[in-house]
């Protein structure tokens, strides 16, 4: 992974490396944004940063998600942090993250379950032990897509607001 800045157009409001992967490592959710046949195509997902270059994301089986990774992987993640609107200034206060990379599809049973698990691990950690029974139930109408991030970059905007 690669923190790529000089693309950023407001290079005033550059987000460091280090904020740019804590957003990856404790945001929700993001948007990931793919092509599709009809044009472009952005859902909200939950997801996991495995700690080094990959996230994991988990779906159905099916679906136009799958049709369109399996036609075009390239791909972006946008991961936003904390926001605030500032409606007496026309402006908002803001933090995002975008990453880039290749999802990869078909991944080995073990490979999916140990996304399954760092999942559990983040999004319901309290529950670990229901989780893992849970992904073994439903495991086979589970899919997994691994997203190999070759660059990212962060931008953040905050104002001064006078008391």
């Known amino acids: 992974m690669k923190y790529i800045n000089e693309t950023v157009r407001r290079q005033d409001r550059l987000m460091d490396e280090a904020r740019a992967t804590e957003l990856l490592a404790t945001a929700e959710y993001g948007v990931l944004s793919m092509v599709a046949d009809e044009g472009g195509y952005g859902v909200p997902v939950n997801f996991v940063w495995d700690g080094k270059d990959s996230v994991y994301i988990h779906c159905a089986p099916e679906g136009r998600k799958l049709r369109a990774l399996e036609k075009n992987p390239k791909v972006s993640l946008c991961v936003i942090g904390n926001v605030r609107l500032l409606p007496r200034n026309f402006t908002t206060e803001y933090e995002s993250a975008l990453f880039f990379g290749e ?9 999916k379950m140990a996304a399954l698990r760092l999942l559990i691990g983040k999004l319901s950690a309290d529950y670990r032990e229901i989780g893992d029974k849970y992904a ?8 997994v897509i691994r997203i190999d991030i070759s660059e990212f970059s962060g931008k953040r905007k905050k104002v001064h607001v006078p008391d």
Do not use: G, P, Y
């Open 103 to 111: 999802a990869r599809l078909r991944l080995s049973d073990e490979e």
């Open 136 to 143: 073994h139930k439903s495991f086979h109408r589970t899919e």
